[in-house]
């Protein structure tokens, strides 16, 4: 048994704070005990203790939009054969776990790529957060995404469709993923395709989530029936509320979108100013990020306030940046109008839910996995504490630290 004590823990439920806290973790990795470092230490007075002082301890964090083996931008493209794709997941995977993500939702990869790494990872090959998966997105023709190759299966039809879902849940996938959006008001998959989508999805037992950003395929995507709608840029008030009435989450993967926004903003400054190519790509492209980030700037609040559930993702392609960087997702978060508790509450308990699991994991609880983050500071008050991840557990293992570990006391006498 161990005792971890910090000056604080927040349960992860949007509520409940504990000052001057402590959590027990059993040798089985389960929580058994939450509460005041007075309580716990009388309680159980002959387990080890670690203190983390000026630290929060919180539930780790969950990103539900992740491309874990994403090669397809690689500057040295040509150098990715099939280990070195494994091995870029397994660092990235590795890079999760010290920015506090210990379960991760993978929404697309290379063919296999995920049931690889899952096999390894419960042969403790490597060092992996929890990892769930739809194996291949399932595009049309030519749909977004098409030239990823090995990533996306096309499919055209109602049948052709439930056939790809048959085979991506065959490939050892726990959600089904279809991409309904490009950069263009036209829907890529009809309302048929789409309603046969959950529908199949949901008779084989497994959920659904798409990739819907512009009208009217958000209206669609919703009256479909996606457990979790990924996107939604350009959603409305009136879709928001149907979302919350009909039960579907949403996951506004936001942080991509201000991050190539920005990315293209510094590129224009710096590209040539003529009508090249290069140049009338990067103002392309540019338009649709930057016009997305205001949309977000300006709705994100006024959806949140309809009561839809939001959970995290991040969604992050670009070569060279955090792979997880589910802590910004919650600042901007903040930053948008959402309380830094309710906030927190979304990369945790909100996305659990969202797994299937909000009865093991996403809160700090008695009987559930003890999935640990400990920050420098406190989140409640500077969101960026978020950032200053000082350790991280996965079921009671600590599987990131940064500099020393928590000071280390003898058991209660």
């Known amino acids: 048994m161990k005792l971890y004590l910090a000056d604080r823990v927040i349960i992860g439920d949007g509520e409940q704070v504990i000052d001057r806290a402590a959590v027990a973790v059993d040798d ?26 000026g630290c929060t301890i919180l539930p780790g964090l969950i ?14 493209v040509a150098q990715y054969n099939d280990g070195m794709i494994a091995l870029l ?49 399932i595009i049309m023709t030519g749909g977004h995404g098409w030239p990823l190759k090995g990533g996306m299966r096309e ?32 829907p890529e998959f009809t309302q048929e395709e789409l309603d046969t989508a959950v529908d199949e999805t949901h008779r084989l037992g497994k959920p659904c989530c798409v990739h819907a950003s512009l009208q009217p395929a958000i209206q669609m ?27 579907l989450v949403w996951v506004p993967t936001m942080i991509t979108f201000f991050q190539i926004a920005d990315y293209c903003r510094k ?12 140049h009338e790509h990067l103002k392309e492209q540019g338009a649709f ?27 992050i392609v670009l070569d060279g940046l955090p792979i997880t960087p589910v802590a910004d997702e919650i600042a901007l978060m903040v930053e948008l109008g959402m309380e830094p508790i309710k906030a927190i509450q979304a990369g945790t308990q909100n996305a659990a839910e969202v797994l299937g699991l909000g009865h093991r994991m996403g809160t700090l609880q008695a009987g559930y996995l003890a999935d640990l983050l400990v920050v420098k500071g406190n989140p409640l008050d500077n969101i960026t504490a978020l950032q200053s991840v000082h350790e991280v557990f996965l079921e009671g293992v600590s599987v990131f630290a940064s500099g020393t570990r928590g000071k280390e006391t003898t058991p209660s006498t």
Not at 97 to 117: E, K, Q, Y
Not at 161 to 184: F, N, P, Y
Not at 298 to 312: D, H, P, Q, S
């Open 28 to 53: 089985e990795g389960e929580l058994v005990f939450v509460g005041t470092q007075e309580e716990t230490r009388s309680k159980f007075p002959q387990a080890d203790v670690i203190r983390y002082d």
């Open 63 to 76: 990103d539900l939009h992740v491309h874990i083996g994403y090669w397809w931008n690689k500057p040295d």
């Open 89 to 137: 997941a397994a660092n990235n995977l590795k890079e999760a776990l010290s920015l506090g993500v210990t379960t991760i939702r993978d929404v697309a990869g290379p063919d296999g790529l995920c049931r690889t790494l899952k096999t390894a990872r419960k042969k403790k090959y490597i060092v992996s957060p929890r990892l769930f998966d739809v194996n291949q997105g």
């Open 155 to 186: 499919a055209n039809g109602p049948w052709e469709v439930r056939t790809a879902i048959r085979e991506q849940i065959k490939a050892g996938a726990d959600w089904i993923k279809l991409m309904t959006s490009d950069r263009t008001a036209t």
């Open 221 to 247: 995507a919703i009256d479909a029936g996606f457990d979790t709608i990924e996107h939604a840029t350009f959603m409305t008030v009136k879709q928001a509320k149907q979302m919350a009435e009909k039960g």
């Open 267 to 278: 590129a224009l400054e710096h590209a040539p100013k003529t009508e090249s190519a290069v």
């Open 289 to 315: 990020f930057m016009e997305s980030e205001k949309a977000y700037r300006e709705n994100f609040a006024k959806l949140m306030e309809t009561g839809v559930k939001i959970a995290t993702g991040t969604d």
